[in-house]
């Protein structure tokens, strides 16, 4: 079952569970013990430690889950991509002793001969929490959250965590298919920028979209265009204040926009919420959030970090 997607939210309708930074895995324990990747690929034989906890599970069953490699107190991608690359035994040996995997559990599909699927998730879940009473297994899942999705999503922010996944209590899982019955919230990076100048359609109209940057060590880097956000009142209010601080484009900028850029003195910073920085160095998707009380040349470029689309 995929998810759709989402801000967060409260409702008494809905389970919040956490979003790991891992490898989405069907999980199947019993007799036959395999973890499967959403492509179909067999994982097993990359995760002993699971496959080995997997079969200590008492009766049969299909378990949807994520496979996550610790880096301290969260998950880290590249470590269960490390581990999902190495081939030899040698290798994987070593790797579940040095880098063990854990199997975060959200979903049980079948049980002992039952198929689950159309029952609802609170149901599903009852018989997850019996199957999996000790959350400090190997094979664990996550504790219930109901109702109370913006106070878990402002946790899951200070735990640095990928995100949540809202979920809906009666709704079934869907095999193969993209509902809104799930929401995928994910945690958006957030970032301090210096505004360099500002965006609009026509020369002499409203700014569209503020343009922003930060200090590098050879001066000030573009690093995108921020337009969704801005509420027309805040659109106002810039374009009669910023209008007073023109001033030349900073050399090596940079820049480029659908429409006309006039550069301002860099005065403001601006909080900036975005998906991702692209390989070339810029905001991918970026949101307007607020202005903060800081100093321009402490704004310094973030560090590029890709987000391969192979995960959960």
Known sequence: MLAGTGRPFDSPD????????????IAFFGPTVRLQARSLR?????????????SALPGAGVLDGEIVVM??????????????RMRSETAIRRGAAEIPAWFVAFDLLHRDGIRLTAAPLAERRRALSALLPDAGGRVFANPLVVGEGMRFFAAMRERNMEGMVAKRLQGPYRIGERSDDWLKIKVRPRLSCVVFGTLHRHPDGPVRSLVVGAYGPDGPVWLGNVGSGLAGET????????RRLECPAPPGFGATGDGHI????????????????????????PAFV??????????????????PADRG
């Open 42 to 54: 067999d994982q097993t034989r990359h995760f002993p430690e699971l496959a080995a906890a997997l």
């Open 262 to 285: 006039r550069y301002v003195k860099p005065l403001l910073v601006a909080t900036v919420e975005y998906l991702e920085l692209t390989p070339s160095g810029h905001l991918r998707h």
């Open 71 to 84: 880096d301290g107190d969260r998950s880290s991608f590249p470590l269960v991509m490390e581990r999902n």
């Open 290 to 307: 607020g202005f903060e009380d800081r100093d321009p040349r402490r704004c310094g470029i973030p560090a590029v970090r890709g987000r």
């Open 14 to 25: 809905h389970l919040f569970d956490a979003k790991w930074d891992g490898l989405r895995s």
């Open 235 to 242: 659109r106002a209010q810039l374009t009669e204040q910023l």
